[in-house]
């Protein structure tokens, strides 16, 4: 089955400074990768997506990257802000039809430092 | 639309106790699925289900049922719960064709 590699676990920026966290995963049939931000005490919030027929998709100050040959995606935050300040989750899913079981990376929580 | 739900947001269950974790969705989805979140541990996929009365196991299934009479409803069902089961449980849905998974607001259980 699918398995989702995320790091780093921690992660400190500079407000302003840029933040990525990366993810590999092992099913090369996977087809959607999310990431969601959860701050604490709340629901994971979806911030961006991309589908394995795109490289790169770019939404403000975010971005996300996807390699499949290496099997790697990657989340890019520039001008982070204090607000960014939350615990970050990848995933991996071969979604189509009907179905889309989503397998998560283990976080990054990401603090920005004003 | 009130998206997902869940009720009870918080519960304290004692060793052995059975009790059910409710999940609703106004979207007409028929994509469902449970979560648990621990720690250090990620999101992990209990059960799911593409449509009434489909349902199947995901990456954690053991000592859960789930069912789908509805496509609005998929609770989950703890027979006997044990203190490994501590943690917070999330539900979510996705339309037939999307992409988007719509989570809940999640349900924190403890087990003594």
């Known amino acids: 089955g699918e398995n989702v590699e995320q790091h780093p676990s921690t992660l400190s920026v500079q407000e302003g400074d840029s933040a990525v966290i990366k993810c590999t995963y092992s099913?090369?049939?996977?087809?959607?990768f999310p990431w969601y931000k959860q701050e604490l005490g709340k629901r994971p919030q979806l911030i961006i997506d991309?589908?394995?027929?795109?490289g790169e998709k770019k939404d403000q100050r975010i971005a996300v990257t996807l390699n499949k040959t290496a099997k790697h995606f990657s989340l890019h935050i520039t001008e982070t802000q204090p607000e960014d300040s939350a615990v970050y989750f990848c995933?991996?899913?071969?979604?189509?039809?009907?179905?889309?079981?989503?397998?998560f990376g283990t976080g990054t929580l990401l603090a920005v430092q004003p | 639309n009130a998206g997902v739900t869940q009720t009870p947001k918080f519960q304290v269950l004692k060793t052995g106790q059975s009790m059910t974790l409710q999940c609703a969705q106004d979207?007409?989805?028929?994509?469902m699925s449970w979560y648990r979140q621990d720690p250090g541990m990620g999101l992990r996929l209990i059960h799911y289900?593409?449509?009434?009365?489909?349902?199947d196991q995901g990456e954690v299934p053991n000592g859960y049922n789930v069912s789908r009479s509805t496509t609005e409803d998929f609770p989950l069902r703890l027979l006997s719960a044990a203190p490994s089961q501590t943690s917070v449980y999330f539900c979510?849905?996705?339309?037939?064709?999307?992409?988007?998974?719509?989570f809940g607001p999640g349900t924190r259980l403890t087990v003594t």
């Open positions: 979510a849905s996705t339309g037939t064709g999307r992409y988007e998974q719509y």
């Open positions: 099913d090369s049939a996977s087809n959607y």
């Open positions: 991309i589908r394995s027929n795109v």
């Open positions: 995933a991996a899913s071969w979604a189509g039809g009907a179905t889309n079981k989503l397998i």
């Open positions: 979207m007409n989805h028929e994509y």
């Open positions: 289900s593409v449509g009434a009365g489909i349902t």
